[in-house]
């Protein structure tokens, strides 16, 4: 089993930024892949980033250039750095990691972003 904790949400107005954290309960980033979803309200939950084992990262289109994953392994925690926040990235925003074709999510932290 994995646990997995997310932090760093809040409100910020467009354009600034915010570093959202998801600490694991125990070591897995060499062996999983970590990746970043939202979910809108009212609407479906969207993927945004991914990094795997190799650090190889990916990102939704609308996020590019825009957000950055990223992971420190010694703290077993996976960031997303989140700068010229938009209005439509307001969300609910939960880590998930896959490992042994198993997924665990977080709770989810919230991102309001005003404009």
């Known amino acids: 089993q994995v646990q997995l904790v997310e932090s760093g949400g809040g409100s910020v107005q467009a354009g600034g930024s915010l570093r959202l954290a998801c600490a694991a309960s125990?070591?897995?980033?060499?062996?999983?892949?970590m990746e970043w979803y939202r979910q809108a309200p009212g609407k479906q939950r969207e993927w945004v980033a991914r990094i795997i084992s190799s650090g190889t990262t990916n990102y939704v289109d609308s996020v590019k250039g825009r957000f950055t994953i990223s992971r420190d392994n010694a703290k077993n925690t996976m960031y997303l750095q989140m700068d010229s926040l938009k209005p439509e990235d307001t969300a609910v925003y939960y880590c998930?990691?896959?490992?042994?074709?198993?997924?665990?999510w977080g709770q989810g932290t919230q991102v309001t972003v005003s404009s």
């Open positions: 125990r070591s897995i980033f060499s062996d999983s892949a």
């Open positions: 998930r990691a896959t490992l042994s074709f198993n997924s665990y």
